[in-house]
C-alpha cells in the first residue's frame, strides 16, 4: 500500500474519484470531520466500514478487507524483532483454532 494509514488509502480513492469530503461522509452515515480524522490517521478506521468504501469505489471487497487486516497487523508487528516468527506462530494458531468443531 504505501501510505501510513489506511484512512490514507481511503483518501486517495476519494481524491482520484473527485468525491468531496461531505458526500463521502453521507454515504459512511459519519460526520465530515470523523471521516477527515479518519483520513489523517488520527482515528482508527473501523473494519465495519469496507463494504461501503468497496460498493461506493467499486473495489473487490474481499481484496480491501485483505488490504486493511494485512495493515493492520504490519503496524502492529513493525516494532517487534520476531515479527517473522510471530506470523507463523499466528498462522498456526488460525490453523488450530479453525479446525475446532463449532458449537451452539
Request: net charge neutral.
Amino acid at each position: 500500500m504505501g501510505m501510513s494509514s489506511f484512512g490514507e488509502y481511503i483518501r486517495q480513492l476519494r481524491e482520484e474519484t473527485r468525491m468531496p469530503l461531505r458526500k463521502l461522509a453521507a454515504i459512511m452515515d459519519i460526520d465530515q470531520s470523523t471521516l477527515s480524522k479518519l483520513e489523517r490517521g488520527e482515528r482508527p478506521v473501523n473494519r465495519q466500514v469496507l463494504p461501503i468504501i468497496a460498493t461506493t469505489f467499486h473495489l473487490d471487497e474481499k481484496e480491501l478487507i485483505i488490504k486493511f487486516m494485512s495493515h493492520y497487523v504490519a503496524n502492529q508487528l513493525v516494532n517487534e524483532l520476531y515479527a517473522q516468527d510471530i506470523l507463523s506462530a499466528a498462522c498456526e494458531e488460525i490453523k488450530s483454532l479453525q479446525a475446532r468443531p463449532v458449537t451452539f
